[in-house]
Nanobody
C-alpha cells in the first residue's frame, strides 16, 4: 500500500525552527508534486507549500509563510522536507503532506495520484 509518513513536529517556542519530513513508501516521489497543508483547531485545512516533480520546476508558498519556510526534496531518500524558521504561534497546526494534482498551486507532477499522510503536530507556544 502506498503511503506518506510525516515526522518532525513538536512543541517549540516562538522564533524556533523545525524541519518536517515526508517519506514515501512503495512509490517514488521523483515523479510527483508534493504539497504541505496544515489545519489548526477550529479552522479549515490550508495549503502551505508545494514542490513540483523532479523534472519540473515550480514551488509555492502561502503568503503567511513566505521567507520563513522552505520546501525541498531529496530523491535519494525519497523524502520531501519543510524547513520552518522563525515559527509563530499562528503556525500551530497539524501538518500534512500529500501528493495530488497541485497545478492550481503552480506545482506540476508527471503522474497524479492522491495520497495523504497521517499528519504531524506543530505547537508553537511560550
Amino acid at each position: 500500500q502506498v503511503q506518506l509518513v510525516e515526522s518532525g513536529g513538536g512543541l517549540v517556542q516562538p522564533g524556533a525552527s523545525l524541519r518536517l519530513s515526508c517519506v514515501a513508501s512503495r512509490f517514488s516521489l521523483d515523479f510527483f508534486a508534493i504539497g504541505w497543508f496544515r489545519q489548526a483547531p477550529g479552522s479549515e485545512r490550508e495549503a502551505v507549500s508545494c514542490i513540483s516533480s523532479s523534472v519540473n520546476s515550480g514551488t509555492y508558498y502561502a503568503d503567511s509563510v513566505k521567507g520563513r519556510f522552505t520546501i525541498s526534496r531529496d530523491n535519494a531518500k525519497n523524502t520531501v522536507y519543510l524547513q520552518m524558521n522563525s515559527l509563530k504561534p499562528e503556525d500551530t497546526a497539524v501538518y500534512y503532506c500529500a501528493t495530488k494534482n497541485l497545478q492550481e498551486m503552480g506545482c506540476r507532477g508527471d503522474i497524479y495520484l492522491e495520497v495523504w499522510g497521517q499528519g504531524t503536530l506543530v505547537n508553537v507556544s511560550s
